[in-house]
């Protein structure tokens, strides 16, 4: 069997050298196919506007323009491996373009045999630096770092996908002027165990806010934190270990894994010298004592600037991503760096790129923030417990488990193994849930919502699993795998949907919208369903027939599996 190809790259680059051969070499650009999806079936699966939009700068008919593209089109043999012809223009200047069967056929026996569905790799390799989950020490992990974790992940497994080396980093809150309060509160008494680190936090900011001696001792733990004195630094691992073992029983919960820990603190020796670049370049100025970096555009001086530096000497957020951004380019050579946090970060991420592209040599790597918007109640409120305190993201996690298995419970009551199961389908509910959302709208948790089995939720989705990997596996027992052919609409609708996986995936390397991915899924389980209507595999009239479909849901099986599991890191089960 051949490769799964992703048909719209193809067909983009083969839109572009014909328009580049006929109109000259400016014209051959795959990003200016202008290829969409066909607005209705009847039309084909794609349709090109590439003519009306070149038409214009050359003075010409967009029909005449379609008309030149076309017969070069149909010349190409990768057209003539790829699309139906002959091509057909339409209105004022539409290419439709149809997928051939013997193209869609290929490409699904591939992506049913093939691992990862034979999707193709990038063909630049490129070194991507995802930030994201960082929760910050002796402060509780919240919902929001739930969403960048879940997020982060996802697109990490994107692109790690498409054959890109991906470095996932923890940008922990563990360095700071808080750490000077927490550390003297901790005392010499290093051993004593700090079982809730939030107490702890709370009890040592309320001394700092109200004993003045204290608050003096605390500025002085920050100068020999900062200097590296051996004991404070002791004291301050031990602080860190703590936190990190809530941490990790969290990431462990989620599965994530490979995520590694690069904390504010481990840019400490860095920032003297971001700070001078920034000096010395003449991009950060004083005012009222402090370093701050101006926006480019503010020329009157008038909005908030960035504040590098303190009046009191001490450095900030903004100084260790400064920091980071200098590592980043300069020791991991990063091509391109996500930083997934809230959206209430925009502010500080456009002005830290801004000035670390005035101040810095970044080549062209690109630094791009993926914002994310809040998680609510239900109420549309703040996501808070009935007592109004925030929720811990443990007590969170348990009460989807839980609730998973109430609902399984009801359904089966005399089902075995049930627990276990309620903890893969609980997790990937609480996943699926902000996957599977505009990731920039705020979002309302709901428990009800996430663990329902119908709509666009993790149990429907791990319940249409099961169930056609359970006919994949029946039906390759009996029948293993062979030719596809496509006779019925419902075969060819299936078809179609499994040869558009690669473009959706490329999206997402590109737009980072999980949903995205989320919705093709869902749809991919839905034309499934119906194709398994009408079209029986294991009772069909004939061999061919048997093993054509046969490889049609094996194709399914694979791809519902490497969109769930591989990239949006949902635990498949068996059965649901
Ligand atoms: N610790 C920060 C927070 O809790 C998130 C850090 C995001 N990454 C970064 N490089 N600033 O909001």
Known sequence: FAAAGDPREVLEKAVASALGAAFGPEYNDPSKAALRPATKKTFGDFQCNAAMAIAKPLKKNPREVATELVERLEADATVQNTLATPLEVAGPGFVNMRLSDDYLSTTVEAMATEENCGLPKASQKQTIVVDYSSPNIAKEMHVGHLRSTIIGDALANCLELRGHDVIRQNHVGDWGTQFGMLLEHLGDNTDASISDLVAFYKEAKQRFDSDGDFKERARERVVSLQKGDAATLDAWRKLCDVSRVEFDAIYDRLSVCGLEEKGESFYNDRLSNVVEEL??????????????????KDKKKEKVPLIIRKSDGGFLYATTDLAAVDYRSKELKANRVLYVTDAGQSGHFKAVF??????????????????????????????????????????????????????LQERDSDAEDLTELAKVVGIGAVKYADLSLNRESNYKFSYEKMLSLSGNTAPYM???????????????????????????????????????????????????????????????????????????????????????????????????????????????????
């Open 462 to 576: 791990l319940y249409g699993y099961a169930r056609i990997n359970g006919i994949r596996r029946k039906a390759q027992e009996e029948v293993g795998v062979g030719k596809v052919v496509l006779k019925e609409d419902a075969e060819r609708d299936l078809a179609r949907h499994l040869a558009l996986l690669s473009a959706t995936i490329v999206d997402l390397e590109r737009e980072l919208r999980p949903n995205a991915l989320c919705d093709y899924l869902f749809e991919l389980a839905q034309i499934f369903n119906r194709f398994y209507e009408s079209c029986p595999v294991l009772k069909a009239e004939s061999d061919d027939i048997r093993a054509s479909r046969a490889t049609l849901c094996a194709a399914t099986a694979a791809a519902l599996r490497l969109g769930l599991e591989e990239v949006l890191g949902i635990g498949l089960v068996d059965r649901l």
């Open 279 to 296: 000096e010395s370049s003449g991009v950060a100025e004083v005012s009222d004592g402090a370093l701050v970096v101006f926006d480019e």
């Open 354 to 407: 801004q000035a670390a592209q005035r101040s810095q040599e970044l080549g062209d790597m690109s630094l791009e923030h993926v914002p994310f918007g809040l998680v609510q109640g239900e109420d549309g409120k703040k996501f808070a417990t009935r007592s109004g305190e925030t929720v811990r993201l443990k007590d969170l996690l348990d009460e989807a488990e839980s609730r998973c298995l109430t609902e």
